[in-house]
Protein backbone atom coordinates (compact mmCIF):
# COMPACT_ATOMS: atom_id res chain seq x y z
CA UNK A 1 0.00 0.00 0.00
CA UNK A 2 2.71 2.61 0.85
CA UNK A 3 3.98 2.44 -3.10
CA UNK A 4 0.79 4.63 -3.56
CA UNK A 5 1.76 7.12 -1.14
CA UNK A 6 3.40 10.36 -3.16
CA UNK A 7 6.66 10.69 -2.53
CA UNK A 8 6.49 14.63 -2.35
CA UNK A 9 3.92 14.45 0.66
CA UNK A 10 6.69 11.79 2.64
CA UNK A 11 9.53 14.44 2.17
CA UNK A 12 6.92 17.44 3.66
CA UNK A 13 6.18 15.31 6.17
CA UNK A 14 9.71 14.53 6.87
CA UNK A 15 10.53 18.16 6.85
CA UNK A 16 7.78 19.07 9.69
CA UNK A 17 7.10 16.12 11.64
CA UNK A 18 10.10 13.45 10.72
CA UNK A 19 11.17 10.50 8.65
CA UNK A 20 8.26 8.29 7.93
CA UNK A 21 8.87 4.33 7.80
CA UNK A 22 7.91 1.80 5.59
CA UNK A 23 5.76 0.38 7.65
CA UNK A 24 1.67 0.51 7.26
CA UNK A 25 1.05 2.23 10.59
CA UNK A 26 3.71 4.84 10.13
CA UNK A 27 2.09 5.35 6.69
CA UNK A 28 -1.56 6.35 8.64
CA UNK A 29 0.50 7.97 11.51
CA UNK A 30 2.40 10.46 9.69
CA UNK A 31 -1.16 12.08 8.18
CA UNK A 32 -2.58 11.51 11.51
CA UNK A 33 -0.01 13.63 13.49
CA UNK A 34 -0.17 16.38 10.36
CA UNK A 35 -3.53 17.00 11.12
CA UNK A 36 -3.66 16.75 14.39
CA UNK A 37 -0.99 19.42 14.68
CA UNK A 38 -2.78 21.95 12.27
CA UNK A 39 -5.79 21.60 14.15
CA UNK A 40 -3.94 22.34 17.49
CA UNK A 41 -2.34 25.15 15.80
CA UNK A 42 -5.63 26.58 14.71
CA UNK A 43 -7.23 26.22 17.33
CA UNK A 44 -4.51 28.08 19.65
CA UNK A 45 -4.64 30.92 17.03
CA UNK A 46 -8.50 31.06 17.71
CA UNK A 47 -8.05 31.21 21.49
CA UNK A 48 -7.34 35.15 21.43
CA UNK A 49 -8.18 35.91 24.57
CA UNK A 50 -6.91 32.38 26.52
CA UNK A 51 -2.78 32.95 26.38
CA UNK A 52 -2.99 29.78 28.69
CA UNK A 53 -4.76 27.82 26.85
CA UNK A 54 -2.84 28.88 23.72
CA UNK A 55 0.97 27.89 25.35
CA UNK A 56 -0.61 24.69 26.37
CA UNK A 57 -2.26 23.76 22.92
CA UNK A 58 1.37 24.80 21.55
CA UNK A 59 3.28 22.60 23.84
CA UNK A 60 0.97 20.27 23.62
CA UNK A 61 2.17 19.94 19.34
CA UNK A 62 6.08 19.85 20.81
CA UNK A 63 5.05 16.51 22.69
CA UNK A 64 2.74 15.07 20.01
CA UNK A 65 5.74 15.95 17.53
CA UNK A 66 8.05 14.43 19.66
CA UNK A 67 6.09 11.27 20.38
CA UNK A 68 5.75 11.18 16.79
CA UNK A 69 9.83 10.74 16.03
CA UNK A 70 9.94 8.21 18.58
CA UNK A 71 7.60 6.02 17.75
CA UNK A 72 9.13 6.06 14.50
CA UNK A 73 11.90 4.89 15.49
CA UNK A 74 10.24 2.39 17.66
CA UNK A 75 7.64 1.27 14.22
CA UNK A 76 11.12 0.66 12.33
CA UNK A 77 13.51 -1.37 14.78
CA UNK A 78 10.15 -3.91 14.90
CA UNK A 79 9.90 -3.71 11.36
CA UNK A 80 13.56 -4.37 11.05
CA UNK A 81 13.91 -7.13 13.80
CA UNK A 82 10.48 -8.85 13.68
CA UNK A 83 8.85 -8.67 10.40
CA UNK A 84 11.48 -7.99 7.58
CA UNK A 85 9.45 -10.14 5.28
CA UNK A 86 6.48 -7.30 5.07
CA UNK A 87 7.62 -4.58 2.95
CA UNK A 88 10.24 -5.33 -0.45
CA UNK A 89 14.04 -4.94 -0.51
CA UNK A 90 13.66 -2.44 -2.84
CA UNK A 91 10.92 -0.35 -0.80
CA UNK A 92 13.05 -1.11 2.68
CA UNK A 93 15.98 0.28 1.13
CA UNK A 94 14.52 3.24 -0.14
CA UNK A 95 12.49 4.85 3.40
CA UNK A 96 15.96 3.29 5.15
CA UNK A 97 17.78 6.25 4.44
CA UNK A 98 14.90 8.02 6.25
CA UNK A 99 14.89 5.86 8.92
CA UNK A 100 18.59 6.44 9.29
CA UNK A 101 17.92 10.61 9.06
CA UNK A 102 15.45 10.13 11.40
CA UNK A 103 17.19 7.88 14.11
CA UNK A 104 20.66 10.16 13.63
CA UNK A 105 18.16 13.30 14.00
CA UNK A 106 16.44 12.13 17.71
CA UNK A 107 19.68 10.53 19.01
CA UNK A 108 21.42 13.61 18.78
CA UNK A 109 18.23 15.74 19.90
CA UNK A 110 17.91 13.80 22.80
CA UNK A 111 21.48 14.21 23.68
CA UNK A 112 21.99 18.14 22.99
CA UNK A 113 18.52 18.55 24.91
CA UNK A 114 19.88 16.70 27.80
CA UNK A 115 22.70 18.49 27.72
CA UNK A 116 21.35 21.95 27.81
CA UNK A 117 19.04 20.97 30.42
CA UNK A 118 21.43 19.99 32.48
CA UNK A 119 23.81 22.96 31.61
CA UNK A 120 21.02 25.75 32.60
CA UNK A 121 19.65 23.79 35.48
CA UNK A 122 22.84 22.72 37.09
CA UNK A 123 25.50 25.50 35.30
CA UNK A 124 23.61 29.18 34.92
CA UNK A 125 20.65 28.83 37.23
CA UNK A 126 23.36 28.56 39.83
CA UNK A 127 26.24 31.03 39.34
CA UNK A 128 25.19 34.48 40.98
CA UNK A 129 23.34 37.84 39.68
CA UNK A 130 27.05 39.21 38.76
CA UNK A 131 27.68 36.33 36.38
CA UNK A 132 24.73 36.55 34.47
CA UNK A 133 25.02 40.20 34.33
CA UNK A 134 28.36 41.20 34.00
CA UNK A 135 27.82 44.60 32.80
CA UNK A 136 25.21 45.81 35.37
CA UNK A 137 25.53 46.35 39.13
CA UNK A 138 23.48 45.29 41.21
CA UNK A 139 22.68 47.60 44.48
CA UNK A 140 20.72 47.10 47.42
CA UNK A 141 16.86 47.70 47.00
CA UNK A 142 14.81 50.43 48.40
CA UNK A 143 12.65 49.15 51.42
CA UNK A 144 9.38 50.71 49.61
CA UNK A 145 10.42 48.29 46.61
CA UNK A 146 10.74 45.19 48.50
CA UNK A 147 7.75 45.91 50.36
CA UNK A 148 5.82 46.22 47.29
CA UNK A 149 7.20 42.73 46.40
CA UNK A 150 6.56 40.96 49.29
CA UNK A 151 2.73 42.30 49.24
CA UNK A 152 2.20 40.79 45.55
CA UNK A 153 4.04 37.84 46.35
CA UNK A 154 1.50 37.12 49.59
CA UNK A 155 -1.31 38.17 47.01
CA UNK A 156 -0.02 35.80 44.46
CA UNK A 157 0.58 32.85 46.56
CA UNK A 158 4.31 32.51 45.85
CA UNK A 159 7.38 33.03 47.75
CA UNK A 160 8.86 36.21 48.00
CA UNK A 161 11.74 36.63 45.70
CA UNK A 162 14.93 38.51 46.46
CA UNK A 163 14.67 42.06 45.24
CA UNK A 164 17.63 43.87 43.88
CA UNK A 165 18.17 47.47 42.18
CA UNK A 166 19.57 47.74 38.49
CA UNK A 167 22.02 50.51 38.30
CA UNK A 168 20.63 51.30 34.99
CA UNK A 169 18.87 54.34 33.84
CA UNK A 170 16.72 52.38 31.35
CA UNK A 171 12.76 51.14 32.10
CA UNK A 172 13.65 47.63 33.05
CA UNK A 173 12.84 45.28 35.64
CA UNK A 174 13.22 41.26 35.18
CA UNK A 175 13.14 38.37 37.51
CA UNK A 176 15.49 35.05 37.10
CA UNK A 177 17.19 32.21 38.91
CA UNK A 178 20.17 32.92 40.16
CA UNK A 179 22.51 31.20 43.22
CA UNK A 180 20.18 32.95 45.75
CA UNK A 181 17.07 31.66 43.87
CA UNK A 182 14.70 33.58 42.06
CA UNK A 183 15.50 37.15 42.13
CA UNK A 184 13.83 40.11 40.76
CA UNK A 185 15.57 43.01 39.54
CA UNK A 186 14.18 46.38 39.17
CA UNK A 187 16.34 49.14 37.13
CA UNK A 188 16.48 52.74 38.66
CA UNK A 189 15.13 54.11 35.44
CA UNK A 190 12.08 52.10 35.92
CA UNK A 191 11.70 53.54 39.67
CA UNK A 192 12.34 57.42 38.05
CA UNK A 193 10.38 57.68 35.05
CA UNK A 194 6.97 55.70 36.46
CA UNK A 195 4.66 56.66 38.98
CA UNK A 196 4.63 54.53 41.95
CA UNK A 197 1.01 52.83 40.56
CA UNK A 198 2.95 52.01 37.60
CA UNK A 199 6.05 50.49 39.03
CA UNK A 200 3.98 47.80 41.30
CA UNK A 201 1.93 47.16 37.63
CA UNK A 202 5.59 46.15 36.39
CA UNK A 203 6.63 44.29 39.82
CA UNK A 204 3.41 42.42 39.19
CA UNK A 205 4.10 41.47 35.55
CA UNK A 206 7.27 39.56 36.89
CA UNK A 207 5.92 38.11 40.23
CA UNK A 208 2.85 36.68 37.82
CA UNK A 209 5.61 34.53 36.44
CA UNK A 210 6.42 32.97 39.35
CA UNK A 211 2.73 32.37 39.91
CA UNK A 212 2.14 31.02 36.68
CA UNK A 213 5.13 28.30 36.92
CA UNK A 214 6.29 30.33 33.47
CA UNK A 215 9.72 28.95 34.10
CA UNK A 216 8.75 24.94 33.87
CA UNK A 217 6.89 25.30 30.68
CA UNK A 218 9.70 27.79 29.19
CA UNK A 219 11.97 25.49 30.35
CA UNK A 220 9.82 22.42 28.30
CA UNK A 221 9.28 24.48 25.45
CA UNK A 222 12.72 25.39 24.76
CA UNK A 223 13.85 21.73 25.65
CA UNK A 224 11.36 20.50 23.13
CA UNK A 225 12.50 22.82 20.40
CA UNK A 226 16.48 21.86 21.51
CA UNK A 227 15.22 18.03 20.85
CA UNK A 228 13.83 19.00 17.72
CA UNK A 229 16.03 20.90 16.37
CA UNK A 230 15.63 19.31 13.03
CA UNK A 231 11.45 19.89 12.69
CA UNK A 232 11.14 23.78 11.23
CA UNK A 233 7.90 24.09 12.75
CA UNK A 234 9.70 23.80 16.23
CA UNK A 235 11.43 27.08 16.29
CA UNK A 236 7.91 28.68 15.57
CA UNK A 237 6.19 27.21 18.49
CA UNK A 238 8.84 27.50 20.90
CA UNK A 239 8.96 31.66 20.61
CA UNK A 240 4.83 31.65 20.32
CA UNK A 241 5.09 29.56 23.54
CA UNK A 242 6.99 32.55 25.22
CA UNK A 243 4.68 35.28 23.55
CA UNK A 244 1.71 33.51 25.32
CA UNK A 245 2.87 33.41 28.75
CA UNK A 246 3.90 37.24 28.56
CA UNK A 247 0.98 38.14 27.42
CA UNK A 248 -0.47 35.72 30.64
CA UNK A 249 1.54 37.68 32.86
CA UNK A 250 0.20 40.61 31.75
CA UNK A 251 -3.25 39.68 32.36
CA UNK A 252 -2.27 38.64 35.64
CA UNK A 253 -0.76 41.58 36.54
CA UNK A 254 -3.52 43.51 35.90
CA UNK A 255 -5.58 41.06 38.32
CA UNK A 256 -3.29 41.03 41.26
CA UNK A 257 -3.29 45.53 41.24
CA UNK A 258 -6.71 45.72 40.18
CA UNK A 259 -7.34 46.31 36.58
CA UNK A 260 -5.11 47.02 33.99
CA UNK A 261 -5.04 50.78 33.86
CA UNK A 262 -1.70 51.51 35.79
CA UNK A 263 0.08 48.53 32.91
CA UNK A 264 -1.02 50.15 30.17
CA UNK A 265 -0.21 53.36 31.02
CA UNK A 266 3.61 52.33 31.83
CA UNK A 267 4.08 50.69 28.74
CA UNK A 268 2.97 53.43 27.32
CA UNK A 269 4.55 56.15 28.48
CA UNK A 270 8.07 53.35 28.11
CA UNK A 271 6.78 52.79 24.18
CA UNK A 272 7.06 56.96 23.99
CA UNK A 273 10.28 57.71 25.49
CA UNK A 274 11.37 54.41 22.31
CA UNK A 275 13.30 52.99 25.17
CA UNK A 276 15.29 49.40 23.57
CA UNK A 277 16.03 46.86 25.82
CA UNK A 278 17.89 43.62 24.79
CA UNK A 279 18.26 40.84 27.67
CA UNK A 280 21.78 39.36 27.21
CA UNK A 281 22.18 35.96 26.26
CA UNK A 282 23.78 34.96 29.69
CA UNK A 283 20.24 35.30 31.30
CA UNK A 284 18.34 32.48 31.85
CA UNK A 285 14.93 33.89 33.45
CA UNK A 286 12.51 35.99 32.72
CA UNK A 287 12.42 39.85 31.69
CA UNK A 288 9.57 42.39 30.80
CA UNK A 289 11.65 43.82 28.12
CA UNK A 290 10.57 47.14 25.92
CA UNK A 291 11.10 46.91 22.59
CA UNK A 292 9.51 47.77 19.32
CA UNK A 293 9.79 44.47 17.77
CA UNK A 294 11.21 43.32 14.11
CA UNK A 295 9.30 43.73 11.20
CA UNK A 296 6.44 41.68 10.93
CA UNK A 297 7.57 38.53 8.93
CA UNK A 298 10.59 38.29 11.56
CA UNK A 299 8.49 38.50 14.41
CA UNK A 300 7.32 34.73 14.60
CA UNK A 301 11.05 34.41 15.97
CA UNK A 302 10.51 37.10 19.04
CA UNK A 303 10.25 35.53 22.18
CA UNK A 304 8.79 39.08 23.66
CA UNK A 305 5.70 40.42 22.36
CA UNK A 306 5.82 44.09 21.16
CA UNK A 307 4.65 46.52 22.94
CA UNK A 308 2.01 47.22 20.98
CA UNK A 309 0.71 44.02 21.04
CA UNK A 310 0.86 44.06 24.90
CA UNK A 311 -0.99 47.28 25.03
CA UNK A 312 -3.89 46.10 22.57
CA UNK A 313 -4.47 42.54 24.62
CA UNK A 314 -4.41 43.92 27.26
CA UNK A 315 -7.07 46.37 26.10
CA UNK A 316 -9.28 43.59 24.79
CA UNK A 317 -8.88 41.28 27.25
CA UNK A 318 -10.72 43.86 29.38
CA UNK A 319 -13.57 44.72 26.81
Excluded at 29 to 48: E, G
Aim: proline share 5%; with cysteine.
Amino acid sequence: MIEYIPRFFIILAWVFLGPVTAHGFARLLSPLVIMLTLFALILSVSLKRSFQGRSIILLCVLALMFYQSLQLIVIGVHIELMHPDLVSEGIRHFFSIFFDVNLGLAITGVVAAFAVATYLEFGKSRMPLTRLFPQYQFLEAPPYVRRIVKKLAATAGVQMPHVSLLDSGVPWAFITRSKQGFVLAVSVGLLESLRPAEVEACLAHEISHLKNKDFTLRFFATMAKVGLFARPLSYLIEPAVYRSREHLADNTASKLVGGPTALVSALSKIREAHYEVTIPPTSVGMACLFHSGRCRWFGVFDKQPTLDARIKALRDYTA
